[in-house]
Nanobody, 125 residues
Framework: VQLQASGGGLVQAGGSLRLSCAASGRTFSNFNMGWFRQAPGKERAFVAAISRSGGINSYADPVKGRFTISRDNAKNTVYLQMNSLKPEDTAVYSC???????????????????WGLGTLVTVSS
């Protein structure tokens, strides 16, 4: 599956952005989807994940209550709505696909086989 993330940009603290990740090439609903981010000088970190049907979501503690992951299987797209952004949210955000027939979406970066190019989110103070 090929993935293409978009929607990043520069925003002031307290603002909002909506990231999108469009998938192609395989049956989108066969994949759990995740968002990860990598800040300068840091390792890639889990942000949020959603199950194949969209019924199970998972969030990293730093974004819980501010970010919302969703998907539209008819449009082969997963979204990350980011509200109340903070400077520490500044990072390159990447979407990834986990091919899993059963089970909840993983928080483990190594479980995701397919990755899209990231989109840069910069939050100014």
């Amino acid at each position: 599956v090929q993935l293409q993330a978009s929607g990043g940009g520069l925003v002031q603290a307290g603002g909002s952005l909506r990231l999108s990740c469009a998938a192609s090439g395989r049956t989108f609903s066969n994949f759990n989807m995740g968002w990860f981010r990598q800040a300068p000088g840091k390792e890639r970190a889990f942000v949020a994940a959603i199950s194949r049907s969209g019924g199970i979501n998972s969030y990293a503690d730093p974004v819980k209550g501010r970010f919302t992951i969703s998907r539209d299987n008819a449009k082969n797209t997963v979204y990350l709505q980011m509200n109340s952004l903070k400077p520490e949210d500044t990072a390159v955000y990447s979407c990834a696909a986990e091919e899993l027939l059963l089970g909840s979406p993983s928080r483990n970066v190594d479980r995701y086989k397919y990755w899209g190019l990231g989109t840069l989110v910069t939050v100014s103070s």
